[in-house]
């Protein structure tokens, strides 16, 4: 990884990064890391977690060491904090003395201060979009975080917040991506599940829907497990849906043919 004693300024070391990390979580806990140790000074290494904020949750998503991360998780577990307040309120947050403060209940102070830590600096990043997100720093040194480091971090987390941005981007894409595909092959069992009750009954398409909608209910069971055991009793295998690569089913097992009116194998209609 790029060495933050290297002599490149902010941008070709963040550059850096990018190009040599495997994928987003690593090139984040780098770019903490680098955030760390840029901040902390006199040859001591703070901590540094870096929280985002999205769709009504908290989670961080970039962390210099696993002590950072689990202090950063004291937030979340009490809905409050320097750094939630930092990203949700789009201010800097500076928390000279833990043993001194009482902005968020004893809680808070207490939880982080037994960690052996003292004060605390959170800076959000100007994301331009729904996410917000801030950086968490942390020392064990009691107003460790003056105006001077407060002016570095927050000409830091400038220049930084654009290759933040892109990689929340990439992980937002990824994640819609990922619930699409849930959601299409959850529907494909539901509809192959329904072309099983409409043969197995002889009934029509809304009685069938009714069918699987009761026994949903009755047993207090989600509609899709309901649907899923049903094929893969007719099947007597698991289901194969369209979005699976063919040679991913288990070894030994065969695949079901089950052909549902107005729909041929690995073709979902009605969305």
């Known amino acids: 990884m790029l060495s933050p004693d290297a002599p490149l300024n902010t941008t070709e070391q963040i550059q850096g990064l990018i190009l040599e990390s495997a994928d ?27 929280t985002l904020l999205r769709d009504r949750k908290a989670a961080t998503i970039g962390w210099s060491s696993d002590d ?18 930092a990203a949700e309120e789009q201010r800097e947050v500076n928390v000279p003395d833990l043993l001194e403060e009482d902005r968020w209940g004893p809680a808070y102070a207490d939880a982080v201060a037994s960690h052996g830590l003292r004060s ?9 979009g729904e996410a917000r997100a801030a950086m968490n720093l942390y020392s064990d040194v ?5 105006e001077h480091a407060a002016a570095k971090a927050r000409g830091f987390t400038r220049e930084i917040s654009q290759a ?10 990824s994640d819609n991506a990922t619930n699409l595909r849930a959601t299409l092959e959850s529907r494909t069992v539901i509809d192959i599940a329904i072309g099983v009750v409409m043969a197995q009954n002889r009934c029509s398409q809304d009685a069938a829907v009714q ?3 009761d026994a949903s209910s009755n047993s207090n069971t989600k509609l899709r497990d309901i649907a899923k055991a049903l094929v893969d009793s007719v099947g007597g295998t698991g289901t194969r849906t369209h979005y699976q690569q063919p040679g991913q089913a288990p070894a030994g097992s065969r695949e079901p043919t089950v052909l549902v009116q107005g729909q041929s194998e690995g ?5």
């Open 24 to 50: 987003f979580e690593e090139f984040l806990n780098e770019l903490a890391r680098l955030s760390a140790h840029q901040m902390a000074g006199d040859g001591d290494d703070a901590l540094c977690g870096i």
């Open 164 to 173: 933040l941005q892109l990689a929340v981007r990439f992980a937002v894409h």
């Open 68 to 85: 950072a991360r689990d202090v950063d998780q004291i937030q979340y577990s009490l809905a409050q904090g320097p750094c939630l307040t």
């Open 142 to 146: 009691p107003h460790k975080f003056d």
């Open 267 to 271: 073709y979902a209609y009605g969305g």
């Open 211 to 213: 069918i699987l909608t």
């Open 120 to 128: 605390v600096l959170s800076v959000p990043f100007n994301l331009q």
